[in-house]
């Protein structure tokens, strides 16, 4: 997967699709960020003891999920994460994301 910056019209965006629960990468980008907890083995509900701000992978399903003052987002493998000027951090599928951003700089899909 690559990391880059990419334009959503007018603004441009930090960016990162991942990959699966293997993808080590866009977890250490989202870590840096949010800190990081540990999800479990996704069965059963939501562990009580979440952050208010997070990431973790949840190994059962492959998803990882990002917590932001304590919303929880999963994010499926081949979605991708945005991180928005303000900071926040959501899910995007590849379809959307493709229709509603271009390369920022010239690196390509």
């Not at 997967?1 to 965006?13: D, F, I, N, Q």
């Not at 993808?23 to 996704?42: I, K, N, Q, T």
């Not at 003891?49 to 059962?60: L, Y």
């Amino acid at each position: 997967m690559t990391l880059g910056w990419y334009r959503r019209k007018p603004a441009v965006v930090e960016a990162y699709r991942f990959g699966g629960f293997e993808d080590e990468d866009v977890v250490l980008w989202l870590e840096s960020h949010l800190g990081r907890f540990e999800f479990g083995s996704g069965v059963g509900p939501v562990p009580a003891d979440v952050p208010d701000d997070g990431v973790a992978v949840d190994r059962g399903t492959g998803y990882m999920w990002i917590v932001q003052k304590a919303e929880m987002a999963p994010v499926r493998p081949g979605e991708w994460v945005v991180r928005e000027p303000d900071g926040w951090f959501y899910p995007v599928s590849d379809e959307e994301f493709r229709g509603r951003y271009e390369p920022a700089f010239s690196s390509g899909w």
